[in-house]
């Protein structure tokens, strides 16, 4: 069946380093792909989205990567701040399918 | 401030208690949905609305029933509350059906204990 899933989750990095948190999908028919940030106690919020005929997209210190071949998304957010600190989900959908679906989520841990 | 509004923000029930979690979104947008989340799990799609007067279930619906009252409201009703329904409830929008072009715009979220 389908899935959206993420490798890691928990990810611990230093502040100023950059971050990379990966998703898996395996449904190949997925078009649409969104990456959601979600604070404690709060929604989930966008922060950015790749279609698939799109390999790369840069926002404002985020960049998602799409890899067709594979099935794979990965979310880099450059020089990490304490701010990051949430849940990140990836979620996709494709043409015809009801709504979104989405990861489990990981936990990106800023340490100062 | 424009963006999707949930109540309650807290609730407690009893097992068998009946209640009704109300969702109102002030941006025009056509789509509605109400997903759950459960520790350690990603969000489950209960049920959506793809836009004013049409509502379809989604992935996890049983126990539950929604009514898209009009293009701003859409809520979701637990009949006979379990402990299985214990969890946190997103209501969320979007202008276009799936998502498409910016995601979804979620409330604050519900946070539901059934005892």
């Known amino acids: 069946g389908e899935s959206v899933g993420l490798h890691l989750p928990t990810l611990s990095v230093q502040e100023g380093d950059n971050s990379i948190i990966n998703c898996a999908y395996s449904n190949s028919a997925s078009d649409y792909f969104i990456w959601y940030k979600q604070e404690s106690g709060k929604g989930p919020q966008f922060i950015i989205d790749?279609?698939?005929?799109?390999d790369k997209r840069q926002g404002q210190r985020v960049t998602v990567l799409l890899n067709k071949t594979v099935k794979h998304l990965s979310l880099q957010i450059a020089a990490t701040q304490p701010g990051d600190s949430a849940v990140y989900f990836c979620a996709e959908s494709y043409t015809g399918r009801r709504a979104l679906t989405f990861g489990s989520g990981t936990r990106l841990q800023v340490q100062p | 401030n424009a963006g999707v509004t949930q109540t309650p923000k807290f609730q407690v029930l009893k097992t068998g208690q009946s209640m009704t979690l109300q969702c109102a979104q002030d941006?025009?947008?056509?789509?509605m949905y109400w997903y759950r989340q459960d520790p350690g799990m990603g969000l489950r799609l209960i049920y959506y609305?793809?836009?004013?007067?049409?509502?379809d279930k989604g992935e996890v619906p049983n126990g539950y029933n929604v009514s898209r009252l009009n293009k701003r409201e859409f809520s979701l009703r637990l009949e006979s509350a379990a402990p299985s329904q214990t969890s946190v409830y997103f209501c969320?929008?979007?202008?276009?059906?799936?998502?498409?072009?910016?995601?979804?715009?979620f409330g604050s979220g519900t946070r539901l204990t059934v005892v």
């Open positions: 941006m025009n947008h056509n789509s």
């Open positions: 790749i279609r698939s005929n799109m």
């Open positions: 969320a929008s979007s202008a276009r059906r799936q998502g498409r072009g910016g995601g979804y715009t």
């Open positions: 609305s793809a836009s004013e007067g049409t509502t």
